[in-house]
């Protein structure tokens, strides 16, 4: 892993659920992206399970995870992810966010969900690396475009911005396949519709998701697990043309496309 140097690069990612862990190629994935990305000095995450408005900061401090999920083995609610706070990211949150009609909130207690612990402990199995959760304050596609956009200089100062959600998510329609061609074909659809847009840089389709991609309401019929994405594409909007995907595929029939810019 090289170290810091110049602008982060900024990511969405697929979270995967606890069982993640037991997913050998999704792991080994995480790791990989992880092991090409230079060494972040704190990670910034907004992740699918923290709607909280206004935007709101998690803990500074090392505090308990949040098992924000309910009939899995006990196993995986004794996982552990001790990462070091980050305050001086979160007053950096504060002085770039907080203003008049726009404050920030504190939540010092609240720990990291699984949207965020599950995919950082296969990216940063050490929890050496500073981590903040920042809620989302809304799903509302522009404004959390706007909300990424006021982050972006963050990355100028070593902070991986981490929108963390699922590329499709319908768990009323899960399919336990990791097969692409076995995967529902709304989830098919709508990944092959996402891919092609973020290839060619249609942030305006992609705003208008639920009406413009095949099978926009089934392959999300809550949007708090796209959301994510525009909170990273605001923060790398000056990075559209250099966008990839880093893993696709499916899990459970769900599309795990997960993305760099920078």
């Known amino acids: 892993m090289t170290v810091t140097e110049g602008r982060m690069p900024v990511v969405y990612l697929s979270h995967g ?18 092991a090409g990305l230079p060494r972040p000095k704190a990670i910034l995450i907004v992740s699918a399970h923290w709607e909280a408005a206004p935007v709101t900061v998690g803990a500074t401090t090392t505090v ?15 996982v552990t992810y001790p990462a070091p706070g980050a305050p001086e990211l979160a007053a ?13 909130h504190e939540a010092p207690d609240r720990g ?10 296969e990216m940063y199995p050490k929890a050496d690396v500073p981590v903040l959760q920042l809620s989302m304050p809304t799903l509302d596609p522009e404004r959390l475009l706007r909300l990424g956009r006021r982050l972006a200089p963050l990355r100028d100062e070593g902070v991986l911005i981490v929108g963390s959600g699922f590329f499709t998510h319908n768990l009323s329609e899960l399919t ?17 519709w996402g891919r092609e847009a973020l290839a060619g840089g249609d942030i305006d389709a992609l705003l208008d998701f639920e009406h413009a991609a095949p099978a926009g309401r089934l392959a999300h019929p809550r949007t708090e697990h796209f959301a994510p994405l525009f909170v990273t594409l605001g923060a790398g909007e000056a990075d559209l043309a250099t966008q990839r995907t880093v893993i696709d595929g499916f899990w459970g029939g769900l599309a795990k496309r997960s993305i760099q810019l920078g």
Not at 17 to 34: E, N, R, V
Not at 65 to 77: A, H, I, K, N, Q
Request: charged share 20%; aromatic share 16%.
């Open 64 to 78: 308990p995870l949040v098992y924000d999920f309910w009939g899995f083995p006990e196993r995986y609610y004794r």
């Open 92 to 104: 950096a949150v504060r002085a770039l966010l907080d203003g008049p009609g726009t404050p920030v």
């Open 17 to 34: 659920a606890p069982p993640l862990a037991d997913d050998a190629l999704w792991t080994g994935q995480l790791a990989d992206w992880s």
């Open 112 to 121: 990291l969900d699984h949207g965020a612990y599950v995919p950082l402990a």
């Open 176 to 192: 336990w396949t990791t097969e692409p061609d076995q995967a529902p074909t709304w989830s098919r659809e709508f990944d092959a």
